[in-house]
T-cell receptor, first 117, second 115 residues
Framework: AQTVTQSQPEMSVQEAETVTLSCTYD???????LFWYKQPPSRQMILVIR??????QNATENRFSVNFQKAAKSFSLKISDSQLGDAAMYFC??????????????FGKGTHLIIQP | NAGVTQTPKFQVLKTGQSMTLQCAQD?????MYWYRQDPGMGLRLIYY???????DKGEVPNGYNVSRLNKREFSLRLESAAPSQTSVYFC??????????????FGDGTRLSIL
């Protein structure tokens, strides 16, 4: 079974600075997908960014980018120019490529990101 | 656009009572999911439905049943609630059944407390 590990329960960063959240995963699959979800205090789950394992190029979405290291099974999220609205729980998630059916996501335990004004 | 709608948003039950959590999506998605989130934990998959008429167990299915009533609706039932089922429950949906790379759209969650 696949597992997702987020080793940083909490991170703090000054507004406008850059922060990197870590995620490692374990899988025997060769094709899979990785995601970062944001959960603000409102409890909504919001997709931040996603990465297909077969793509070598790292995904980027505005201020959010990932460092995907397939051999190391590492998938970190970098947030540039941190803003107060970025404060939230961030979850790393894995989905295997199921081919003929849609499986769910396997989540890490999350990192609580604090933005200091 | 409502997206994924869960009812109720909050509920308190006594041990042994039964309850059904409702979920409906208006995005014409094929796949739907139920997760639970416990303090200090990420979401864990309870059951999912890859397409209308099919359901499959996830990581933590014990104590739950599901029904995919139609393409829009996917309900979760607790037959005999236990304190260990106190949690926040999320329903989600995604467009594709052929691959898992499609993003899942989540409801706002149901906070369930069992005394």
């Amino acid at each position: 079974a696949q597992t997702v590990t987020q080793s940083q329960p909490e991170m703090s960063v000054q507004e406008a600075e850059t922060v990197t959240l870590s995620c490692t995963y374990d899988t025997s699959e060769s094709d899979y997908y990785l995601f970062w979800y944001k959960q603000p205090p409102s409890r909504q789950m919001i997709l931040v960014i996603r990465q297909e394992a077969y793509k070598q190029q790292n995904a980027t979405e505005n201020r959010f980018s990932v460092n995907f290291q397939k051999a190391a099974k590492s998938f970190s999220l970098k947030i540039s120019d941190s803003q107060l609205g970025d404060a939230a729980m961030y979850f790393c998630a894995y989905a295997k490529y199921s081919g003929g059916g849609a499986d769910g996501l396997t989540f890490g335990k999350g990192t609580h990101l604090i933005i200091q004004p | 656009n409502a997206g994924v709608t869960q009812t109720p948003k909050f509920q308190v039950l006594k041990t042994g009572q039964s309850m059904t959590l409702q979920c409906a999506q208006d995005m014409n998605h094929n796949s739907m999911y139920w997760y639970r989130q416990d303090p200090g934990m990420g979401l864990r998959l309870i059951y999912y439905s890859a397409s209308e008429g099919t359901t499959d167990k996830g990581e933590v299915p014990n104590g739950y049943n599901v029904s995919r009533l139609n393409k829009r609706e996917f309900s979760l039932r607790l037959e005999s609630a236990a304190p260990s089922q106190t949690s926040v429950y999320f329903c989600a949906s995604s467009e594709a059944w052929t691959a898992s790379n499609q993003p899942q759209h989540f409801g706002d969650g149901t906070r369930l407390s069992i005394l």
